[in-house]
């Protein structure tokens, strides 16, 4: 591991690690992720916990109920790990944190996708973004070409592409996305970005108390009989921000997420092919 990047203690010594980890895991102390208790008592090795209640009694780590369970990384090289994927503005690869804590790839292949699966929200149920006050931006962009069987040399309304394919929307793929002002995002790659497909993934993941804020595309237009508000800056007359209403946040979502796909990813497709499934 470079101790140039990871210079603090957590990242080559394994007590300063685990110190750190149980700190940021239990702030009042260990607790049993089996039953919850907060009666325990330490084991003679060292982390290692027992818990305190008689129907339960078992043994626990700061691993415990976590992506780095049943693992035999050591810690400084999870919180390097960790820390890379936090601290990555442009996204991180497992070939990255390979060279970085010269492990075999992988290894470093495992934790890379243990830690994308701690990083990710949500399920089948995801409650609304937004709420009382709270702002909620929204906005489309277009990334990736399309499926050669379907590139096309005119807009959906008949008239030709005028930026030939360099810039804009030609065939490319339509992503929709949320940026909760300081909190949570959600993106939806979708087959159109017209009004009736961006209308229903607003009205659906959005709270109707958020105020909603907008560039002036048309396909939030009639936005504000669903939300407490709906304001919108005018990018095509340079204006970018008028007091606190600005879709800034998902600008500077969206670039990342270009920066990340161009500098770590490379490449994006719909589906792997049929020989590369399995």
């Given at each position: 591991m470079d101790k140039n990047i990871f210079s603090e203690d957590r990242f080559h010594n394994e007590d300063a690690a685990r110190v750190w980890f149980e700190t940021a895991r239990w702030p009042s102390g260990p607790n049993c992720p089996h039953c919850g208790s907060l009666k325990h008592y330490a084991t003679k090795k060292i982390g290692r916990y027992r818990c305190g209640e008689k129907e339960c009694r078992k043994d626990f780590t700061v691993m415990t109920g976590t992506v780095m369970e049943r693992s035999h990384v050591k810690l400084t090289e999870w919180a390097a790990a960790f820390h890379l994927a936090a601290s990555?503005?442009?996204?991180?690869?497992?070939?990255?944190?390979?060279?970085?804590?010269?492990?075999?790839?992988?290894?470093?292949?495992?934790?890379?996708?243990?830690?994308?699966?701690?990083?990710?929200?949500?399920?089948?149920?995801?409650?609304?973004?937004?709420?009382?006050?709270?702002?909620?931006?929204?906005?489309?962009?277009?990334?990736?070409?399309?499926?050669?069987?379907?590139?096309?040399?005119?807009?959906?309304?008949?008239?030709?592409?005028?930026?030939?394919?360099?810039?804009?929307?030609?065939?490319?793929?339509?992503?929709?996305?949320?940026?909760?002002?300081?909190?949570?995002?959600?993106?939806?790659?979708?087959?159109?970005?017209?009004?009736?497909?961006?209308?229903?993934?607003?009205?659906?993941?959005?709270?109707?108390?958020?105020?909603?804020?907008?560039?002036?595309?048309?396909?939030?237009?009639?936005?504000?009989?669903?939300?407490?508000s709906h304001e919108t800056v005018n990018h095509s007359a340079k204006e970018y921000a008028r007091g606190d209403v600005t879709t800034n946040s998902v600008e500077g979502f969206f670039s990342v997420f270009k920066r990340g796909m161009r500098g770590i990813y490379q490449h994006c497709q719909r589906e792997a092919p049929a020989s590369l499934s399995r």
């Open positions: 990555s503005k442009k996204g991180f690869s497992a070939h990255q944190l390979h060279r970085s804590l010269s492990c075999q790839y992988n290894t470093a292949w495992f934790m890379f996708h243990r830690i994308r699966e701690a990083m990710s929200r949500g399920g089948l149920e995801m409650p609304p973004m937004g709420g009382e006050g709270q702002i909620v931006e929204a906005d489309e962009t277009y990334y990736g070409p399309i499926e050669k069987a379907k590139v096309r040399s005119n807009t959906t309304s008949g008239r030709p592409y005028t930026k030939k394919g360099k810039a804009g929307p030609s065939n490319k793929r339509p992503i929709v996305a949320l940026v909760e002002r300081g909190g949570r995002a959600r993106t939806f790659h979708v087959a159109s970005a017209d009004k009736r497909t961006v209308s229903k993934i607003v009205l659906d993941n959005v709270s109707t108390g958020s105020r909603l804020h907008t560039d002036e595309s048309r396909l939030y237009t009639g936005a504000d009989a669903f939300f407490k």
